[in-house]
């Protein structure tokens, strides 16, 4: 399995998606193969991840209320083989939908 970093932040606007195509694009254009993951079912955000990728790879929607474990394991390992790292950048924060 290829090393796994997981972007997460305290809630939204924190700059997730930031971090995770900065690292996305470094570690890109230092010659390793990334794979990028986005928690939950987002397009934006895989459209920015794919674009700081310069077009080399596709970014992944991993959901667990729209995918079963079996689905959500099978799309990550089948998709990170062959990566030297992957990101996977989470949804929005732990309180998001907290009141107060």
């Known amino acids: 399995m290829p090393r796994t970093l997981v972007i997460a932040g305290t809630h ?22 990334v794979q990028t993951f986005k928690c ?3 397009f934006l955000d895989p ?16 959901c667990g209320f729209l995918q079963s474990e079996d689905t959500l394991r099978k799309t990550f390992f ?3 083989r062959g990566a030297d790292i992957v990101l996977i950048e ?3 924060g732990l309180f998001d939908s907290k009141d107060g």
């Open 40 to 42: 939950g079912p987002d």
């Open 90 to 92: 989470g949804v929005m």
């Open 12 to 33: 939204s606007g924190v700059g997730k998606t930031t971090v995770t195509c900065g690292l996305a694009s470094a570690f890109s254009c230092r010659g390793l193969s």
């Open 78 to 80: 089948s998709h990170a």
């Open 47 to 62: 459209l920015q991840h794919q674009e700081a990728l310069g077009g080399k790879g596709e970014s992944v929607n991993l």
